[in-house]
């Protein structure tokens, strides 16, 4: 069977997200903001640049929320500010320290550390914003700015007025560190679609992405190309159990930084040296030691092992 090229990028997912909100709460909770930098209008702001630098400033951090893979920076007027860190978002505490980022605009991939490690010796020299920076958030303080960084600015920004319904907000699937089996079943009924293409459906799922739909996948028993509809009650119960132990790990471990995900302090995820499918075709299951392999599914590579999953 012939397989389309490895040119998707990895999206950071539910447990990045969840890492990003859990790293840059304690860096804007409670905060005023005192000056608003962006760059030019472009896809990336939802909302124009030029009434994010007027309306911003003054208003002080409440609280900072996570809808699926959507944060929400709660205002004392009763607005927010929706983030979406799209294929290759990074959301940055100023002068945090990563050696990805030094890489520029380059395409980030595996050894990203090894490559950048040639061009500069520890200690890796602290971030300042780029051409790639498209917001910047300063605060009345004094203390390090927040940066919103998208080399390929498939991010987005949106100012939310008070009491203002969300069309893409109320358009999200219960969230996937919640959902049950019997959500699970319900909304497999009758879809003639493979289940990896439901699971990565945000209407049917919020937060699962390629990454955690091919591990929860794996440690259910079921293989990415079977028709959701034909998911058994009881697959159903250990692909929800999955999909939760992959989601809560993935945040134990700071996410996966397989491509671009940098944690807002600079840090690295680990999950990726847990990965027991995730890009692993051509070597041994872990489990059953077949070869394991790959399938497009959907328009996204999917990695499976074809005796432990049916």
């Not at 290759?88 to 991939?109: F, H, I, K, M």
Request: aromatic share 4%; charged share 30%; net charge positive.
């Amino acid at each position: 069977m012939r397989l389309t090229p490895r040119i998707e990028e990895n999206v950071p997912e539910l447990p990045e997200v969840e890492v990003s909100r859990r790293r840059l709460a304690p860096m804007l909770i409670g905060r005023r903001l005192s000056e608003v930098s962006t760059s030019r209008p472009s896809r990336f702001f939802i909302t124009d640049p030029r009434r994010l630098r007027e309306r911003l400033p003054g208003r002080v951090v409440l609280d900072l929320v996570r809808r699926g893979k959507y944060l929400l920076v709660v205002l004392d007027d009763g607005s927010s500010l929706l983030l979406h860190l799209g294929m290759t978002g990074q959301l940055l505490c100023a002068g945090c320290s990563n050696p990805r980022l030094l890489l520029g605009g380059e395409r980030v991939g595996e050894r990203v550390a090894e490559r950048a490690a040639e061009r500069a010796a520890p200690p890796w020299p602290g971030f300042s914003p780029d051409q790639h920076t498209h917001l910047q958030l300063g605060f009345e303080d004094g203390g390090p700015a927040i940066l919103f960084r998208d080399v390929r600015r498939f991010g987005r920004v949106m100012l939310v007025e008070p009491g203002e319904e969300v069309a893409r907000l109320l358009r999200l699937g219960p969230d996937a560190l919640e959902v049950s089996a019997d959500q699970l079943w319900q909304a497999s009924r009758g879809r003639r679609r493979a289940v990896k293409s439901m699971l990565l459906d945000q209407s049917v799922l919020a937060g699962v992405g390629n990454i955690y739909a091919d591990e929860a996948l794996f440690r259910a028993g079921v293989r990415p190309t079977r028709r959701a509809g034909r998911l058994r009650r009881q697959e159903c119960e250990a692909l929800a159990a999955a999909l939760r132990q992959v989601l809560e790990r993935g945040i134990e471990t700071g996410g996966s930084s397989v491509d671009d995900f940098v944690a807002p302090d600079g840090s690295d995820g680990s999950y990726q040296t847990e990965h027991l499918v995730y890009q692993r075709d051509g070597q041994p299951c872990q489990r059953c030691g077949r070869e394991l392999e790959r399938v497009v599914v959907g328009g996204r590579s999917s990695h499976y092992c074809p005796s432990c999953q049916r």
